[in-house]
Structure formats: structure tokens, C-alpha cells
């Protein structure tokens, strides 16, 4: 009879402890934030990680209420960031902003400390299309002429790409292993090499983001878009989409830029970051200076970001290391 009064003692402290443990967290989560916020950028300052983390980031203070300090930590393609910051308290006072395909892409080709098990998506900031872009003398009027000279010589095609381990790259793989037309890639350190490369004639075409950086030189007339990588077309780029040529699966290489947590982040805080991401895109001086052309339409949350990071999984688990 003792052994089972013990026996159940020790169930019911278990189980109190288990409680204490429940109400410890919620006490927690209803107090956040409680200290300063971290929010890490996997890249250097200027760039538009960066610029996004300091508009967004910005908002977060005034809404949490408490300071949110942006840090940059560029290294390993963004693993650095992200394996700082699921080395920290899963608490909501580390962040980390995060760039999609990439983040998914360096953790599929390389053992990089952190694979989506040990994040906690909280929601989207901007998402940024791609396309392929020639200089402005370039032979090639179309998207279709350029994959025609491919196919008639492989050596033919250099594709620069705003790095080796992204979205970019990746779909111009996928181009050769879907379509098989054969392509070079070019890796360059950003949009600005990319761009470099193509006017001094070192590439034949780029695969890059339409973003603030490369915009000037297409509106100008010094570099001309073939194709944008979207499901429908651009209202500021006046060229078709790679599913009006003729290629339907050519639809990846976005650029998505979030926000993220460490895995195990209380669902409560998760929620609070969400709402206040979802007020940051309802802001008109944070959409301005996220620029409205990036900004989503609707707001994309947790569920959303996290089903990005399954879908970029799927789409790229073949074609890294080809």
C-alpha cells in the first residue's frame, strides 16, 4: 500500500510541476516582451534584408513597446543569423529576418546547423519578383530566342546570379533539368554584380531581383527584361511572364523576406509578432518605405510563411547538388 501512496504522490507532484511549467510559459508570453528585442539580419547593411528589418523593426518598437535592435550578422549564405538565433531562448527576444528560397536552399545543399525544424515562422514582410534580364544590344528580343541559342550550343549561355546557394541559381537549374536547355550559371556576390557583369558584356543574360537596385537601369533603358519569374504580370515591368512563354513551372524564383523565431517560441508570442507584422503592412509610412511594389496585398502570417517553407522544400529538394 505504501509503494502505491508513493506511486500516486509522485504522479500528482508530477503533474503539478507539469502545470507550473504551463502557467510559467503563459505567465511568460503574457508579459512579453520583457526585455529588448533582437532582430538579426542574415546579410550586410544596405541591402534589402536590411532595409526591410529597419522599416519593420522600427514598427515593432512601437508596437511592443519596448526597443527593438536591428543586428547585423552576415555569414554562410545567412546561417549565421539563423544559428545564433535558435541557440538563444525560444522566448521572442531573438529574432531573425529571413530570405526564402535561400534559407531553405543552404540547409538542403550543406550541413548548416539548422534545417525548418528549428524555426518558427511569424510572417512575411516583402516579397521581391525576379527576372531575366540582357543588355539593352543584346541579340536576343525574347526569352525563347535566348533558349534557342542554348539548345543549339551549350557553351553558348551564361546566366549570372545574384549568388551560388539562392533562388536564382536554383531555378536557372531547374530551367536545364525541366526544360533541358543548358545553362551556365554565373554566381556573383548581388544584384549590383549581376548588373555590372551584364554591361560590360561578361554574362549573356541575368537571372536576378527586380528590386530597387536594378529597377534604374531597366527604366533607363541600359538593361531590358525577357521574362519575370511570376504567375501574372508586373504593372511596373513591361515584359511577359516565363508561363507565357511556354514554361508553367517557372514560377519560384521570388524572393520572400520574413520575419522568424526560434522553434519552441510560445504560440502566444508567435501570435503577437504576427499581429504586429500585419500592422506594420496596414502602415503607410512602412509600406513607402518598404516600397508598396513588394508589399504583399494581403498580409501573409505564421500559416502562410510556414507553408512557403514546405512548398521552396519541395520544389528545390531535386535539383540542389545536380
Do not use: K, W
Amino acid at each position: 500500500m505504501r509503494s502505491l501512496r508513493s506511486l500516486a504522490a509522485l504522479l500528482v507532484t508530477a503533474a503539478a510541476l507539469a502545470g507550473c511549467a504551463e502557467d510559467s510559459s503563459s505567465v511568460a508570453a503574457a508579459d512579453y516582451p520583457s526585455e529588448d528585442v533582437r532582430l538579426l539580419v542574415p546579410y550586410t547593411a544596405g541591402g534589402p534584408t536590411d532595409i526591410a528589418a529597419r522599416a519593420v523593426g522600427a514598427h515593432l518598437e512601437q508596437e511592443l513597446g519596448r526597443p527593438v535592435v536591428v543586428e547585423n550578422l552576415p555569414g554562410a549564405s545567412g546561417a549565421t543569423a539563423y544559428v545564433e538565433m535558435i541557440s538563444a531562448e525560444p522566448d521572442g527576444h531573438t529574432l531573425s529576418m529571413t530570405a526564402l528560397p535561400t534559407a531553405v536552399l543552404n540547409y538542403l545543399s550543406n550541413d548548416v546547423g539548422y534545417t525548418r525544424e528549428d524555426l518558427a515562422p511569424v510572417g512575411v514582410v516583402t516579397q521581391v519578383p525576379s527576372g531575366i534580364v540582357v543588355p539593352a544590344d543584346s541579340p536576343y528580343q525574347d526569352v525563347e530566342s535566348l533558349f534557342e541559342a542554348a539548345r543549339q550550343d551549350p557553351q553558348a549561355i551564361t546566366v549570372g546570379t545574384p549568388g551560388a546557394t539562392n533562388t536564382h541559381a536554383a531555378e536557372t537549374q531547374r530551367i536545364t533539368q525541366l526544360y533541358d536547355i543548358p545553362l551556365t550559371v554565373v554566381p556573383f556576390e548581388g544584384n549590383s554584380e549581376v548588373q555590372t557583369a551584364l554591361l560590360g558584356g561578361n554574362v549573356t543574360a541575368g537571372f536576378a531581383n527586380l528590386s530597387q537596385d536594378l529597377l534604374p537601369a531597366i527604366e533607363a533603358g541600359d538593361l531590358r527584361v525577357l521574362a519575370v519569374g511570376t504567375d501574372e504580370r508586373l504593372d511596373y515591368v513591361d515584359a511577359p511572364t516565363l508561363v507565357e512563354a511556354g514554361y508553367p513551372e517557372l514560377t519560384q524564383s521570388t524572393t520572400t523576406f520574413g520575419v522568424i523565431a526560434p522553434a519552441g517560441t510560445p504560440e502566444e508570442v508567435v501570435a503577437t509578432l504576427e499581429d504586429a507584422l500585419r500592422s506594420a503592412s496596414e502602415d503607410e509610412a512602412v509600406v513607402e518605405a518598404l516600397d508598396p511594389r513588394y508589399v504583399p496585398e494581403e498580409f501573409l502570417g505564421s500559416a502562410e510563411l510556414a507553408d512557403l517553407f514546405a512548398e521552396t522544400e519541395e520544389t528545390f529538394r531535386g535539383v540542389v547538388g545536380d
